[in-house]
């Protein structure tokens, strides 16, 4: 039996019941306009990056966003960056969406109607529309997921949960919609019921439920959720990387093709990855009873 969708636990301390952000002092203030939005470090082959506003439950901003966008291309563009992890700051929340205090100030003064997708907006095109990021990216989520959050966890290829995470779509509460890619990748991700469901309500789904349906590859205690995650990371990097974005190409490119269609097309990584040393270096130590070597080429 599929889990119900409920209405979930209740909103934590400066978010209202429907996923805003800006009850306490910290968040009326915002942030620090001159304190980078994101925190970006590459170690041992992995891209950490860190949605850093803890004190707006990492709400997104426009500034963010560009923030964003510009460690995206970093990632696709250094050959060193086999995966990258993307998180927020703080134990409350992943990010609880879009900085709604930024957006009414902006609508104030002129700008015009927001609606699905974001060309022409700040950061763009977002990892919700960066469809050729050839990278995994994996959603470390700490907390509330709420809107554009759970937005950005639906574009990971593979999600991480603590077991107190929570997420949501409440932009029907507030005259809005989930342009950023929810309305989609929801519906594709889940069945179509479950999914309005939870689009129509802005209802909440625990983290148990979220593996239930399959929108996260695993839950653990907030404690263990950096080894786990660390687990993850260790284990893609084992794979070949020329594999990985070709099976990520593959996938991707495939999800809206019949069978035929998928089978006749011609894509970009496998074609780079068929031809690579590393498809020799692969069975090569396999037979070799070693670890191969992979190089990228």
């Known amino acids: 039996m599929s889990p119900r969708v409920g209405a979930g636990p209740a909103a934590p301390a400066g978010v209202t019941p429907d996923g805003r952000a800006g009850s306490t002092p910290a968040a009326r203030a915002g942030t620090d306009p001159d ?11 992995v891209a950490w990056v860190t949605l850093d506003r803890p004190e707006v439950l990492n709400a997104l901003d426009g500034r963010t966003h560009e923030e964003l ?13 086999r995966v990258a992890v993307l998180t927020g700051a703080g134990d409350r929340a992943f990010s609880v969406g879009q900085d709604l205090r930024e957006r009414v100030r902006l609508t104030e003064q002129g700008a015009g109607p927001f609606t699905i997708g974001s060309r022409d907006q700040p950061g763009w095109p977002r990892l919700t529309e960066r469809f050729d990021l050839s ?7 700490n907390g509330y997921a709420l809107g554009g959050g759970f937005e950005l966890v639906l574009a990971c290829d593979l999600a991480i949960a603590a077991r107190n995470a929570v997420f949501a779509l409440p932009e029907a509460r507030l005259g809005l919609i989930p342009g950023a890619g929810g309305v989609f990748r929801l519906a594709r991700q889940l069945p179509l019921k479950t999914a309005m469901g939870y689009l129509l309500t802005g209802r909440r789904l625990s983290a148990e439920q979220a593996l239930r349906f399959g929108l996260v590859n695993e839950v653990v205690e907030p404690e263990d ?6 687990r993850w990371v260790d284990d893609v990097i084992r794979s070949a990387p020329l594999s990985v974005a070709a099976i990520k190409e593959c996938v991707h490119r495939s999800l809206d093709m019949s069978l035929e269609q998928a089978f006749a097309t ?31 080429r």
């Open 35 to 45: 304190r980078p939005r994101v925190r970006y470090e590459k170690r041992d082959g």
């Open 69 to 81: 966008a510009a460690v995206w291309t970093d990632v696709e563009a250094d050959p060193e960056v």
């Open 266 to 296: 011609r894509y970009v990584w496998e074609e780079r990855r068929m031809r690579s040393q590393d498809a020799v270096e692969g069975p090569r130590a396999f037979l070799e009873k070693r670890p191969p070597v992979w190089s990228g």
């Open 225 to 230: 959720l950096d080894g786990c995650v660390a």
């Open 135 to 141: 990278k995994p990216v994996i959603a470390r989520v």
